[in-house]
């Protein structure tokens, strides 16, 4: 298959200089010390940062990438991909197609006028490595991404047609912008917009004294209230309008990162195309799946929505900073995701449920930690001893109600290569594991529950441990029979 | 991926228990490395809380409080928690898989298919050279922590499970054998 001039080293486009730029902008935030060390030398060293220091900075950062550009080489043979790289520091490496995990075609708005793009490839394997190549050809990125996805099923050669998926989906931007909704990572962000508090005092001062002009406030001012009620309203107000903007910024992020989602499935071959700022391409053969998660947080029960979640190997490694490299399906309705079962061979769950001494275990752990906390708070602010002891004792039966609700949606399901686990309070999450892929298999066996003849069953994935709790003993070491009997007799490739 | 067991829905009874198969201690001598290690813990705890004493150059009946309580728990775990902790310490080898229990008060028991195993090691401390003891490390690829660390192994010994368990994995891995085991060898960067 490979030709002679295949297997020469080609270069990339000229224009791949503006990737190699941007990319080393990151490394800049090692010079903070020079930023720190300019500012606290006063005017002086103002004037120094700002006449010499960033042009000499933006001047590396051009040669850098310049000359990042001039050495980057990569050469495609039969079966494997290499790549030339660095001046001083050289590296060279090479990619067999194997084992390619995933592959991305990512049109940054720079190469998108050029027809160029971003071909990009994760691998599996205890050291985990992405390769990228920037600003190749469109069409070569396709027919190297394609060749590398059909390594396994066609060795011998590429197809040019391509053919009518088996399965498809897309996503219409207001379904992506629900995904905005769901999933709102920026409502972690909110306890940052605290010390803005300092701007808003007068803005509020100012909205106090004209809500207290409203004649309809004016009437209550004889009662007293106008002050608590105003302070009230524009407290609410200000609440409000702040959680209105972080969903819609949430909304717009998910409609630019998401927008334009389809997914094709080609035989064992998933395909997603996404993006409008960015479009990125995401491959996925089905038997490199490690695991599949099904959640429907609380925003996304209202809205009746799914997202789900496909891990490879190595992903547990990298951390949850590389979340965005997983696969992901963000919205699906329950049609949608009935589908998608059928697509990954989902069976229909055989739902069991976990031992309740789940809810007596951490009801009484929780509740009489909490009760202990509130006796000691209520017991010298002079309260009569029984009133402190029943507001102490009311914790038990709050938290077992929550905990029986959380134990009622513990349940989990083993079948014919799957292994799935539920957990949910308001929204659920499903685990599915394939369990010809578990890598280890634990029995814990604490001392207390070990005495009422229980047991927690935990199982690693390459994407890390499950925990399975409150099995009876015999259940438990029957389920780590099956299991390991289900990966001794798994004979294919597990990653 | 056919399975023996068919039946989808569990009978916990069918299955053969682990507890009738030979579990195998560990060797009695790592008492003696787990209390050396006390030792030095100990010596420690006791000697440590008279420095500021030294110092302060005021011994007060109470200075003995805190080197006393901790040569009594260091005594307690050196006469209580390590025979039992020794004697808890069990491997089973079997034709594809291999287990270890653990644990004092917390039982954990640990099962490895061996065709998931990435790769074996043998590692040996100072105090366990001095008792001719080695601990066999078996690692799988289940991210953070996924090894299995069997301790108190006569040196011999784990340099034969190691040498068993290396080619049971590769014969495990069977035809798939270079794409599991060679693991390493399909990205490698190199330097000129």
Known sequence: MSTPSESEWQRVSPVSAVYFFLRAIPNLVNLWPLLAGALAGGEKGRELLLLYGVPLVLITLLVNALVQYWVFRFSVEENRLQIRSGLFHRKRLSLDFERVQQSDIIKPFYFRPLGLATLGFESAGSNQQEVEIPGIPVALAEQLRRRVLEHHAHPNGQENTVPEPDYQLSLSAAEVARYGLMHNALLFLAPLAAPLGQYLGPAMESWVSWLRKLPWVETLTHSGWSAFLAALLAGVFFIVVGIVLLFAVSMLVAVVYYGNYSLARHGDRFQAHFGLGTHRTRGLRLHKMQRLQITQGMMARLLRRYSVLISKAGHFQQGNAQLSQRFVVPVLTAGGLENLREQFALPRPDWKPIHPWYIAAYTLTFATLLALTTGAILFPTGQHWAAAVGWALLWYPVLGLLLWRRWSQTRYSIQRDWLAVHRGFIGHKEQWLPTGKLQKIAIQEPPIVRHLGLSHLMVWTTDGPTTIGYLPIATARALRERLLAEVTEFEQAWF | ?192
């Not at chain 2, 507890?19 to 009695?28: G, R």
């Not at chain 2, 809380?49 to 110092?55: A, H």
Request: charged residues 25%.
């Open chain 2, 1 to 192: 991926m056919a399975t023996t067991l068919e039946d989808p829905s569990l009978e916990s009874r069918q299955l053969p228990p682990l507890e009738p198969e030979p579990w195998e201690p560990i060797h009695p001598r790592y008492r003696n490395v787990l209390r050396l290690r006390l030792l030095v813990v100990g010596l420690a705890v006791t000697l440590g809380p008279w420095i500021p004493v030294i110092f302060s150059s005021t011994v007060t009946p109470f200075s003995w409080l805190p080197s006393t309580a901790g040569a009594l728990v260091v005594l307690f775990l050196a006469t209580v928690w390590v025979p039992r902790k020794v004697r808890r310490t069990q491997y089973l080898l079997r034709d594809r898989d291999v287990h270890l229990r653990t644990g004092c008060w917390w039982f954990r028991t640990v099962s490895v298919a061996i065709n998931r195993i990435q790769h074996v090691e043998i590692t040996q401390g100072p105090l366990e050279r001095l008792n001719g003891l080695s601990e066999l490390v078996i690692y799988t690829a289940g991210g953070f922590k996924s090894d299995v660390k069997v301790p108190g192994l006569e040196t011999d010994l784990a340099q034969r499970l190691k040498a068993h368990l290396t080619r049971r994995a590769t014969e495990e891995a069977g035809p798939t054998a270079d794409e599991t085991w060679e693991e390493d060898r399909h990205v490698d960067a190199e330097r000129e």
